[in-house]
């Protein structure tokens, strides 16, 4: 309630927090460095467009951009699991991962590794 207001059927954020939010288009095939650190990336029913090898290079990246204690949401029907290794689901959260502990500053480098296919 303190974020949010209600207009009829839908929830509007607050004008102040959305000031603070920038939107940008982004080909999640493009290294995202540039981008910046995430808490939070929220990249749901967006893998499936993409082959095996393609979404590990993409989870990298993701991990690449998220601190030690930063979470990733995917949809429901996606997972990391047996494509990589830089997330473990967190308990209980369904969708939800955080950094694999073991992985954590031991990230394989993504200028080596290379994108299959495309993601449409
Ligand atoms: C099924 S929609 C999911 C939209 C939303 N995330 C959701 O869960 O409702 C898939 C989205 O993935 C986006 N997408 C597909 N390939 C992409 C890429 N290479 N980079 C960024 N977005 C991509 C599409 O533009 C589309 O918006």
Redesign the pocket.
């Known amino acids: 309630m303190k974020y949010f207001m209600k207009q009829g059927d839908l929830w509007q954020i607050d004008a102040a927090l959305r000031g603070m939010v920038q939107y940008k288009e ?4 493009d290294s995202p460095k540039l981008l910046g650190q995430f808490d939070v990336v ?5 893998l ?2 993409l082959d095996q090898a393609t979404k590990d290079v993409v989870l990298g990246r993701i991990a690449d951009l998220i601190p030690s204690d930063g979470v990733l949401f995917l ?1 429901g029907a996606e997972t990391v699991l047996g494509i990589s290794d830089r997330f473990q689901p967190m308990a209980g959260q369904r969708g939800v991962y955080c950094l694999a502990s073991e992985a954590v500053g031991a990230a394989p480098s993504i200028a080596t590794r290379s994108l299959g296919a495309s ?2």
């Open positions: 982004f080909n999640l095939l929220f990249c749901r029913n967006v499936i467009y949809g993601a449409n």
